[in-house]
């Protein structure tokens, strides 16, 4: 949209490249604002008509293209600048072993949430996953059962807006949990902030360690390796159904095609990350209640090896509610725990260490090349900083000035 009706929050996120396709915006402004996919398969925000200036406001406060705050997130005994809040870490999976497989890694996110339901916690879950009409893109879903939960488990690695609905959800009688990506818990929480319906009707956000959004068009990259046409696919699988699984591909005729995760993600998906991935300052779900990732074991290299095994869970209980219901949980058998040290986590998800420690370099490469840049605060990036080596900031920051440079972003 151009002209004096445009938004100036969706304008500067748009220059900047900053949009992680969470729907927020969508949700705030509703029949003004609806997200739609642009090449090369990113979910971003189309205006059809002028927003009013509470919409406006609600936007800049909220997005997680210009904003992200966790100043006022609740204390907790521990908070590492690379790791965050933590009232517990360990690792874990799912007593249910057909969950454990089904997962995409030790399948504690699920049973949380089968446990959260059991109990009556929450009435439903806000999920996402594969969408029947597409089988390779999302769609967020609502999960009733365990049986819901079940067929939604497993990471689905391309665009997924699920704010875009949260009016919907909100609409709906109940109370429920709600899965994203740490940009998404981070989008809800800020919305919280403006909307007391949310801290009423949301007991439990849960997030898993996020390393960045593929485009659609990466996922077209591994059906074109597989030999298979995108109409052919009745089923697709990113990861899961073992640890850490295989992208597979089912066909009409009822064959499957299938690729390594080392393959899938290591040699096509990682290269196809949006922009605000790669300066993201919580990818490891801050704000959430509980958050989960891979809980990878090293090779003897010191790197994480994808060989399959039973799927583990890295588990980090970041609330006071979080952490409660995580004991309760493995006291009533749905989950298996074990304590882990926080510094253990860098040799599960090295990756993520240094895009933390490497943030702000990035911020002053699209500072000093005239980009709009998010603003973060209470996110200790000064001293997730001073944990890098000089030269490796100095490269860093040399290399993302360069790609801004010649429009390689």
């Not at 870490?89 to 995409?104: C, E, F, I, M, N």
């Not at 898993?208 to 697709?236: E, M, Q, Y």
Request: some cysteine; aromatic content about 6%; overall charge positive.
């Amino acid at each position: 949209m151009t002209g004096s009706a445009a938004s100036p929050a969706l304008a500067r996120v748009a220059r900047g490249q900053t949009c992680s396709g969470c729907g927020l915006c969508a949700a705030v402004a509703p029949g003004a604002i609806t997200m739609a996919m642009v090449d090369p398969g990113y979910l971003r925000p189309r205006q059809s008509a002028a927003l009013t200036a509470t919409q406006e406001a609600d936007i800049a406060a909220a997005c997680p293209g210009l904003v992200v705050d966790q100043r006022d997130h609740p204390v907790a005994p521990v908070n590492d600048p690379l790791w965050g809040p933590a009232h517990f870490v360990g690792t874990g999976h799912a007593s249910d072993a057909a969950l454990r497989h089904q997962a995409s890694s030790g399948g504690v996110i699920s049973a949380l949430l089968v446990h959260a339901l059991a109990t009556g916690l929450v009435d439903f879950v806000i999920q996402t996953g594969a969408d029947p009409e597409m089988p390779t893109g999302n769609l967020t879903k609502v999960s009733l059962t365990a049986d819901d939960v079940f067929a939604a488990a497993g990471s689905r690695y391309t665009a997924s807006a699920p704010l875009a609905g949260l009016e919907d959800w909100l609409a709906r009688p109940g109370r429920f949990a709600f899965v994203g990506k740490p940009c998404d818990v981070s989008a809800l929480r800020a919305r919280a902030r403006q909307d007391a319906r949310i801290g009423a009707r949301v007991p439990l956000m849960l997030a898993f360690f996020c390393a960045g959004i593929p485009s659609a068009a990466g996922t077209g990259r591994i059906l074109d390796r597989l030999g298979v046409n995108p109409g052919d696919v009745t089923a697709f699988r990113y990861r899961g159904d073992g640890w850490p699984g295989f992208a597979r591909a089912t066909l009409r005729d009822g064959s499957t095609r299938q690729m390594s995760y080392a393959d899938s993600w290591g040699d096509i998906l990682s290269k196809e990350v949006q922009f605000r991935c790669k300066i993201c300052p919580d990818a490891t779900g801050n704000v959430a209640d509980i958050a989960c990732a891979d809980a990878w074991e090293g090779d003897e290299y010191g790197y994480p090896s994808f060989e399959e095994q039973d799927g583990r869970s890295l588990v980090i209980a970041r609330t006071a509610s979080g952490a409660a219901l995580l004991a309760e949980a493995r006291d009533v058998g749905r989950v298996v725990t074990a304590p882990l040290a926080m510094a253990a986590i860098t040799n599960m998800q090295p990756s993520q260490a240094r895009r933390k420690k490497q943030i702000l370099s990035r911020l002053a490469a699209m500072a000093v090349t005239g980009r709009p840049w998010p603003r973060y605060y209470g996110l200790h990036l000064i001293a997730a900083a001073v944990r890098d080596k000089p030269v490796e900031q100095a490269r860093s920051f040399a290399g993302l000035v360069r790609r801004l440079l010649q429009g390689r972003i």
